[in-house]
């Protein structure tokens, strides 16, 4: 059993950097895919960002890629994602997401069975 909680949303203007944090409660946290799903007001809920629970592979949205880094820090049991160059569209609640040792992170919702309760990131124009 993990529990997430996220931190580290809030309000930015375009083209400036937020950095998402989200902490891990629960065992074996090393053992665990984590991931970022977010989802727009009238839209489906997508992928973001997921890093591998063994040897720190990193997959990205490519709405999202050369922009965002996700990172994890097993010590601590979090991941963060930083978010550089926000554009108005990235508005959304951002959710923390954990599955236990997938072959690879996954990037659909069902394939992940831990979720945070998300936080808000919006982006003024």
């Known amino acids: 059993q993990v529990q997430l909680v996220e931190s580290g949303g809030g309000l930015v203007q375009a083209g400036g950097s937020l950095r998402l944090s989200c902490a891990a409660s629960?065992?074996?946290?090393?053992?665990?895919?984590m991931g970022w799903f977010r989802q727009a007001p009238g839209k489906e809920r997508e992928f973001v960002a997921a890093?591998?629970?063994?040897?720190?592979?990193?997959y990205y949205a490519d709405s999202v890629k050369a922009r965002f880094t996700i990172s994890r820090d097993s010590a601590k049991n979090t991941v963060s994602l930083q978010m550089n160059s926000l554009k108005p569209e990235d508005t959304a609640v951002y959710y923390c997401?954990?599955?236990?040792?997938?072959?690879?992170?996954?990037?659909?919702?069902?394939?992940?069975?831990?979720w945070g309760q998300g936080t808000q990131v919006t982006v003024s124009s």
């Open positions: 629960g065992r074996a946290f090393s053992r665990y895919a």
């Open positions: 890093i591998s629970w063994i040897g720190g592979n990193t």
């Open positions: 997401v954990a599955d236990r040792m997938p072959l690879r992170p996954g990037v659909t919702r069902r394939e992940y069975d831990y």
